[in-house]
């Protein structure tokens, strides 16, 4: 769910912002070969050891204050090293910039700035939540493949693992989350359920990271009103793929129990089991909706929430049908169900804004935890002094 206009003009922008950094040379083809990253590096560095923090990224302005809080925690807790942070996505970097100013490079134009810039460790911290395809990719293949091996033998690193990495990582998470809505939960009458990001590739083990932290979630729960789905796992997505597209006006064309059988992990039917197994109807339940990512980008605003859809019909508190926008809030409410708009919630009266807001939007991620952004800076702490710091001079081949 992409605003096309907004990514034309994020990828103009930063397509000038590019052309910036050549205009001083009248050699645009070996200008434009300069690391951007270079220039920050060696205004930034003071210290011999670098943290590189590595995320998806995000266009939405009301994300970017998240991200500087990390920054912040990792700043506290490593205040004799030199932090900085990548963004893997190319329009998400340009949007940052254009927006704040802040440099949020492509993870090889950082890693090879920091890597030519003298430092003699550098630990590299994933902010993602799962070890899903991006994680392993990141670890894998540009951290041990490209950086240790085959660009910078002699430098010591240290990698911070995603968030969910232990079972004690996933009951920390619970702990948090139930703290946070401990009182709507007390309620049989109210659910909450909170969208991830999943792999769409089943063999990924990592997607039972979700089903982990509900069945954590529901030990603490007693009405086990909280509910883990995502945005691109088939078994946990809102509904079937198959079903998505037979479903005529954003209702199943088969019935719940049927949906209850077939799809039990979809969250359409833990929902409707929920209330079959609580004699409640859908008009009589509460939903409240978050994001189980980092942080509240497009994927919260508009796959979970629709916040387009709403803006298309100026903010009204109904039903959007206009649109083909099948975001969770609009398939929910749809379905009969109660749709909390004032906790946690991006404001209805400025839903049209660019791309998010700098102040006020309510939609908590994860990352909006100081328990859980702990979680990550914990994940280099616990290593920083421990004998998990490795180069690639092992792996070079015998001369």
Known sequence: MKNFKFYLMAALVAATTCTG?????DDDDAESTVNPATRVVAETKKHDTAILLCTFGSTYNESLDVYNEIIADFRKQFPQTDIYMSFTSRTCIGRAE?????????????LKAIGDAGYTHVAVQSLHVIPGEEYLSLMNTDIKKNFMIDWYPHIDVLKGANLLSTDDDTDEVAQVLYNHYKNKLAEKKNIVLLMGHGNP??????????????????TLATNKNIFVGTVDYGEMLFWPKEEEEKAVDRIPVVPAAQMIADYP???YSQVMKYCQDNNLEPNEVNVYLAPFMSIAGDHAHNDLWGIEAIAENKGLDKVELNTNEYSWRERLEKAGFKVDRTFEAHPVGQADADHGIKDGCGIKALGSYPEIRAIWVNHLKEQWDADAWENGEGYQPEV
Do not use: M, P
């Open 21 to 25: 950094f050549t205009s001083c040379s």
């Open 98 to 110: 254009a927006s704040t100013g802040e440099a949020r490079y492509k993870l090889d134009q950082w």
């Open 265 to 267: 992990g979809c969250i």
């Open 201 to 218: 590739d089943v063999n990924y083990n990592a997607n039972t990271k979700y089903s982990e932290v509900q069945t954590a979630l529901h």
